[in-house]
């Protein structure tokens, strides 16, 4: 299962609400939804007892933010906008982070 994509939740964002309404409602991703895919993704994999593979994706940004994810209860790790604004080094970070666990 994947967990999680975009969302429309708009809390805490520093953008002015009517610049907000001015661009859209669509989907937002990266580091806005960190938090609450951590939330989904732990409670995802505490109520089912780990009887399916959870793919966590939102927010990964750094090597500690895939960790993050891992120590919610993912398996694996899904990086869209991360890998847009950190670059392909972002995937060095996050493996050698994991050897040194």
Not at 54 to 70: F, R
């Amino acid at each position: 299962m994947v967990a999680t994509n975009t969302t429309v939740n708009r809390d805490n964002l520093l953008t002015n609400n009517d610049i907000i309404e001015e661009i859209g409602y669509g989907g937002l991703s990266g580091k806005p939804l960190k938090d609450r895919s951590n939330e989904v993704i732990r409670y995802l994999s505490e109520k089912s007892n780990k009887s399916f593979a959870i793919i966590g994706v939102g927010g990964i940004n750094s090597a500690n933010d895939a960790i993050e994810k891992l120590e919610a209860g993912a398996d694996l790790i899904q990086i869209y906008s991360g890998f847009i604004y950190e670059g392909p080094s972002l995937i060095k970070k996050i493996n050698k982070e994991l050897i040194n666990l």
